[in-house]
């Protein structure tokens, strides 16, 4: 199976917006749901985000519920994730990752295909 490629990170400063871009890497694509975390230097990986195959379900981390939007382009074969409002707490190295189902999950252990990352940097 060919795993998920992050694009888009990078550095920007509190109250800026940024979009990542998950190529999900598989077919056929629209099967599985999708999700986003997200691992800061010396802590845990936090979920982030989470969207079922169609994008008819969507889960969210507390700590950024409100803030984020995840989506997908099934034609595109692409997942979103829209980040407004961004704080110096949410850099972090930010994972997209693929189920072999087609319901969202927060628990990363349900997620078989994760992709390298791409890092976000948020200065204050």
């Known amino acids: 199976q060919v795993l998920p490629v992050e694009s888009g990170g990078g550095l920007v400063q509190a109250g800026d917006s940024l979009r990542l871009s998950c190529a999900a890497s598989v077919r056929p694509y629209s099967a599985y749901g999708m999700g986003w975390f997200r691992q800061a230097a010396g802590k845990e990986r936090e979920f982030v985000a989470s969207i079922n195959w169609n994008g008819g379900r969507k889960e969210y981390g507390a700590s950024v519920k409100g803030r984020f939007t995840i989506s997908r382009d099934n034609k595109k074969r692409m997942v979103y994730l829209q980040m407004d409002s961004l704080k110096p707490e949410d850099t972090a190295v930010y994972h997209c990752?693929?189920?072999?189902?087609?319901?969202?999950?927060?628990?990363?252990?349900?997620?078989?295909?994760w992709g390298q990352g791409t890092q976000v940097t948020v200065s204050s």
């Open positions: 990752a693929r189920r072999k189902t087609l319901e969202e999950s927060m628990y990363e252990n349900e997620y078989d295909y």
